[in-house]
């Protein structure tokens, strides 16, 4: 079996489910990547039966030759944001090859989605056989792009259950001493609200006179707004190794997000076992998130309502921590890279 994977930001979470698709199905995988726009240095390791291209060598005309020869069995384009894959897929569909676009879009009824909605059906059936959704609201939108429902398949978004899994581990030894620290990773930008956690943790500080300190992971433009600030530590990008790492001295998890479209972090640290705090605006939360069950929602906009529920979720008793950490790890078994590969593959089944 030949896999064409026609991608935009490779991310480390990829990576077991390329590995699924040699390990379980022998399959030749070809993966077209960005090496350019690139939101975070991450480099892709090199794989048995996986081969790289960089997207900035490829011409139109010369991803039009690659696919040409490869002739794979499935084709998968992430989105459309990327206009020059946009005519290999209409070359291969003519030749009745499945090709598939995954999108972590969340409908949300604004005009440009609605305009959307209207001309979708008419020209994107040209280009995709199937719509491959993170979750339920993801679904929403691609219905309304005009995919029936044979034509949707759900689980487009693993987070790398076996390594973060690891981080579970922990939670015996957090029985005795439990963490007092919040934890955040992903990008120090608005979209992120890394100035609304930030101001929050301020605030939980001083007015709620909370005791607890702060791990920020990533980068981005707005990390000053983490520097210098006490209880407040800021680590660069790490492997997703060194994260699983970092659980051990976590206690919850923080994603307060203005918006995002799904988060695979989120499913990251509910497999590390961690209970969650997440933005309403957070994808991830349908599907990994219980309100109460292992953890809150907080409003997307409100550094006060974030530093209230970091207060309230602090002073929480050790073992009711513990309980909803092991609580996020059975929600987080809803999804792993091995149930990815498979609802890809389905569609040749189909």
Known sequence: MRILYLYAELMGYQIPVLREYVKKYNAEIHVVHWDHRKLTPYKPPQLGNVTYYNRSRLTTDKLRRLAGDLDPDIVYITGWQDKGYLPIARMLRKRGIPVVTGFDDQWKGTVKQRVASFVGPRILRRYFSHAWVAGPYQFEYAKRLGFKNNEIIFNLLSGDTALFNKGAEYLDEKKREYPRTFLFVGRFANSKGIDILADAFKRYRTQCEGEWELICIGNGELRHLLDNVPGIEVMEFSRQDRLVEVTRRAGI????????????????????????????????????????????????????????????????????????????????????PAIVAASFLSVLNS
């Open 253 to 336: 998890f923080v994603l307060p997000s203005r918006f995002d479209q799904w988060g695979v972090v989120v499913h990251e640290f509910a497999s590390a076992g961690l209970p969650l705090i997440l933005s309403e605006n957070v994808g991830a939360s349908a599907m990994f998130l219980i309100e109460g069950f292992n953890g809150v929602k907080v409003r997307h906009h409100s550094s006060e309502n974030l530093a209230m529920a970091m207060y309230d979720m602090s002073k929480k008793s050790s073992a009711e921590l513990v309980e909803m950490g092991e609580n996020s790890c059975v929600l987080s078994e809803r999804i792993n």
